[in-house]
């Protein structure tokens, strides 16, 4: 099932989502092997018109990459109601990402599984999307949210540099301003 984007989403969409999520296999390494199956995590603006946060997730060692989102860049610091409201979001996107196999809807199910690990690239973003997990209804064994090393912080900000030039110069080229 493609789930469509988190706004539009009903209370109904998100317990099915929660539900194929936490029937997902778990596996120390990936499908495609040998690379650890752990997880970094962040949000990452994207600075193209409308501007906003890709949740951006990484494996640090395969450097395999995905994107979901956008959500909203806030021009304020967030009230507490609003972080919360923000890991919620955050937490659905990673469990749509996961279910669709990392965007490959049309791979075999054994490209779909739950990370073994996640971890995020800050230790506020860890705490309300784990908190956030929990109220949603996900297993135990994947609520608890770890801090990615300061290595993998820097795998996944040079991964997603890369990705903003690749998505810059493919805008370029079809003829789109950036």
Request: aromatic share 6%; charged share 20%.
């Amino acid at each position: 099932m493609e789930y469509p984007v988190v706004p539009s989403l009903t209370d109904a969409e998100v317990a099915n989502l929660v539900q194929d999520f936490n029937d997902l296999p778990r596996r120390l390494v990936v499908p495609t092997g040998p690379e650890p199956n752990r997880w970094v995590f962040g949000l990452h603006v994207v600075p193209i018109p409308p501007q906003g946060y890709l949740v951006f997730i990484v494996n640090p060692v395969s450097k395999t990459i995905h994107g979901e989102g956008p959500l909203p860049v806030e021009t304020h610091p967030l009230t507490g109601a609003e972080m919360r409201e923000r890991g919620r979001k955050v937490a659905i996107l990673l469990l749509k990402a996961f279910v669709s196999g990392l965007g490959r809807t049309r791979a075999p199910d054994h490209y779909k599984v739950a990370p073994w690990e996640w971890v995020a690239e800050d230790m506020e973003l860890a705490a309300v999307v784990g908190s956030s997990l929990r109220n949603l209804g996900v297993r135990g064994d994947l609520c608890a949210v770890g801090v990615a090393t300061d290595q993998e912080k820097n795998i996944a900000s040079d991964c997603f540099a890369g990705f903003l030039e690749n998505l810059v110069r493919t805008m370029r080229a079809a003829g789109r301003p950036r």
